[in-house]
């Protein structure tokens, strides 16, 4: 499956999930993950790679700097990951209100 399939694949499951999503188009910045998500308090950053696909030099270390700074990165590379991790995280509690 091209990645751009994956991407488009997954996206139709996100939103059907009830996520909110949009592309991150290209910035000035190499290395930027593909998709932004966000539902009932998660905010999750995607990268879409073929299987078995390999980060760029420039994705991980734009990955690593986001990770370190407490942000939440996937790398995917199946329908079924992407599926398996939407669905740990569709049904979890809200943050509760102060």
Same mark, same amino acid.
Request: with cysteine.
């Given at each position: 499956?091209?990645?751009?399939?994956?991407?488009?694949?997954?996206?139709?499951?996100?939103?059907?999930?009830?996520?909110?999503?949009?592309?991150?188009?290209?910035?000035?910045?190499?290395?930027? &993950?593909?998709?932004?998500?966000?539902?009932?308090? +998660?905010?999750?950053?995607?990268?879409?790679?073929?299987?078995?696909?390999?980060?760029? &030099?420039?994705?991980?270390?734009? +990955? *690593?700097?986001?990770?370190?700074?407490? /942000?939440?990165?996937?790398?995917?590379? *199946?329908?079924? /990951?992407?599926?398996?991790?939407?669905?740990?995280?569709?049904?979890?509690? &809200? &943050?509760?209100?102060?």
């Amino acid at each position: 499956m091209l990645e751009s399939q994956l991407e488009q694949k997954c996206m139709g499951y996100a939103r059907a999930s009830g996520w909110w999503e949009v592309k991150i188009m290209r910035c000035s910045r190499n290395g930027i &993950p593909d998709r932004v998500l966000g539902f009932n308090g +998660h905010t999750v950053f995607v990268e879409f790679k073929q299987p078995n696909g390999r980060l760029s &030099p420039f994705q991980q270390r734009e +990955h *690593s700097a986001m990770r370190r700074c407490g /942000m939440t990165v996937w790398v995917i590379d *199946s329908y079924e /990951m992407f599926k398996g991790l939407i669905d740990a995280r569709s049904y979890t509690q &809200p &943050p509760q209100a102060d």
